[in-house]
Structure formats: structure tokens, C-alpha cells
């Protein structure tokens, strides 16, 4: 297979083409395997009321808002980075282009995640969690900020999307699950089946890529995994929100590493594949010395029992 230089750093032309096929038969698959849910019916309406304003009713206040700081923080962090949607489906459509299963996949994703935000913030907004002023501020500060994508060509940004729909399958679940509320719960729950699709595909795309070209799909991975951070990462207030969703076990660098980059490691076989190039093997062992740093990272993370 003839290669150009562009190809070997972010996959070109020649792998949007060739991947064409598996992009087709996934996306079949992913409509085959989802099911359509309706956000209304996961927000616990009956807990709203009106508020100040052109409603007359009552203000925010702090004391209203029942969720635990790493839960309230999960949620507040996963609305606000489902806002930027309109950000990610402009670099997702440069990434992967603007024909073909490739963008019907994106639109469809675009939807998904869609449907996401509204139900995070019909949630948010009818049990009082948040300040409904700051959110709507946020909202806006983070669109008008833009999001800048941290890497380039296709290869990249399947190696991305699959470790950030990992990410943020764990981070939903383990939301819910701090929530102490059963309803935020279920809607988490709910909202981390489609990350996993969404991951699934991803991660079945990557596979192919690595296939097709390894020492490429390798440089990718050895590229985009040690600097990966979540989309959030851009939102007002980052800082105090993450502090308190490591806090909180909800996300850390040692639930990082063993609910998302091993796995994503081992499921993958990237320290397994054999007759690369040079350029491959040295991917190899860029991503196992990653592995190994973090490792000892999350194990200092470990707060004490
Ligand atoms: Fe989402
Ligand atoms: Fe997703």
C-alpha cells in the first residue's frame, strides 16, 4: 500500500476511503443496537416550580440544591461540554469530511448527544441543582469562547473520540451513582448506554485503522493519549468543578487508568501488534511508557482509607 507523508501522520485521504466500508456496516450496526428515548420523561417534572423573573416565583438559592458536590459538579461539567456540541460537529465533519456514511454517522451522533443536554438540563433546572443564571452564563461564555480541537486528520480524531466517549461512559455512570438520587440516576445511566454505543463505534472504526495501516493507527494513539483530556476541559469554573468530581470518585486519574486507558489498551491489543515499521514499534513504547506513568500517577491518587 503506497503511503504519502500527510498519510502517515493523520491518515489522509486514502483512510477516510478505505474505512468508508466499516463506518457503513457500524452505523448500521449502532441503529440496529440503540433505541429511542425520550428525555421528558427522565426529568422529574412534579419537583419544579417558577422561578423569579417574568414568572414571579421563587429565586435560586444555594440551600436548594440536594446533589452532592461531585454529582452536582458531573452534571454541571457534562452540560456545559454537551452545549459545545455545535463546536464538535464542525470539527468532526473537517475530521471525517462532509459525504457519505462518514457524515451520516456524525449527524447522527450529533443528535444523540443533543438529546443529552436536554436532559441534563431539564434536570438541573427543575430540581433547583444549579444556579439557573450561572448555567445560562457559562453556556454562553463557553460558545462565545469557541473550542479549539487539540489534534489533526482522521486517525487522531477516532483515537480521541473513542477514549472521550470511554471517559465520559465512566464519568456519566459513576455521576449517577453519586447522586444518592435515584431519577438522576437512571437519566445517567440512561445518557452512559449511549456513550458506550457511541464508544463501540469508535473503537470498532479504530480497529479497522489499525488493520489497515498499524505503524500510522499506532502514532495516532502514542500522539493523542498522554495529553487526552476531556472536552470540559474549556468550561468556566473547570478547576473547582474537577476538584470536586476527584473528590467525590466520580472521575480520577487512577479511575482514568483502570476504567479507561487499560482497557482501551488491552481491548485494542496496542502493545500486542507485531510487523511494524520502526516508526510503529517506537508508538509501541511511547504508549507502554505512558501506561507505566500513569500507573504510578493514580496510584499516588489513591486517597487514603
Ligand atoms: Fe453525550
Ligand atoms: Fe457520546
Given at each position: 500500500m503506497s503511503r504519502n507523508a500527510a498519510d502517515i501522520t493523520t491518515g489522509g485521504r486514502g483512510a477516510l476511503a478505505e474505512l468508508e466500508p466499516v463506518v457503513e456496516a457500524n452505523l448500521h450496526r449502532h441503529l440496529r443496537d440503540t433505541r429511542e428515548w425520550f428525555p421528558h420523561q427522565y426529568v422529574p417534572w412534579s419537583r419544579g416550580r417558577d422561578f423569579d423573573g417574568l414568572q414571579g416565583g421563587e429565586p435560586w438559592t444555594?440551600?436548594?440544591?440536594?446533589?452532592p458536590r461531585a454529582a452536582r459538579a458531573s452534571l454541571l461539567l457534562g452540560v456545559l461540554t454537551e452545549d459545545n456540541l455545535p463546536s464538535y460537529y464542525h470539527i468532526l465533519l473537517r475530521a471525517f469530511?462532509?459525504?457519505?456514511p462518514w457524515s451520516d454517522w456524525v449527524h447522527l451522533w450529533t443528535a444523540e448527544e443533543g438529546r443529552h443536554s436536554i436532559a441534563l438540563r431539564g434536570y438541573l433546572l427543575t430540581t433547583r441543582a444549579v444556579d439557573p443564571v450561572a448555567l445560562e452564563r457559562f453556556r454562553v461564555r463557553q460558545l462565545t469562547a469557541g473550542y479549539r480541537f487539540d489534534h489533526n486528520g482522521v486517525l487522531q480524531a477516532l483515537v480521541y473520540t473513542t477514549l472521550q466517549e470511554w471517559a465520559t461512559r465512566v464519568a456519566h455512570r459513576n455521576a449517577g451513582l453519586a447522586s444518592g438520587d435515584p431519577v438522576c440516576d437512571r437519566m445517567m445511566g440512561r445518557i452512559a448506554a449511549d456513550e458506550n454505543l457511541h464508544m463501540i463505534f469508535y473503537r470498532n472504526v479504530l480497529q479497522a485503522a489499525l488493520e489497515r495501516d498499524p505503524d500510522a493507527a499506532l502514532t495516532a494513539v502514542a500522539d493523542v493519549l498522554p495529553g487526552f483530556r476531556l472536552p470540559?476541559?474549556?468550561?468556566?469554573d473547570f478547576t473547582t468543578m474537577t476538584r470536586d468530581i476527584v473528590a467525590g470518585g466520580v472521575y480520577s486519574a487512577q479511575i482514568h487508568h483502570e476504567a479507561v486507558v487499560a482497557p482501551f489498551v488491552r481491548q485494542l491489543k496496542l502493545l500486542g501488534i507485531g510487523g511494524l515499521r520502526p516508526e510503529g514499534h517506537q508508538a509501541q513504547e511511547r504508549i507502554a511508557r505512558y501506561v507505566r506513568h500513569l500507573e504510578l500517577t493514580a496510584a499516588r491518587d489513591i486517597p487514603p482509607r
Open positions: 444555594p440551600e436548594q440544591s440536594r446533589l469530511g462532509e459525504r457519505g470540559g476541559h474549556v468550561a468556566a
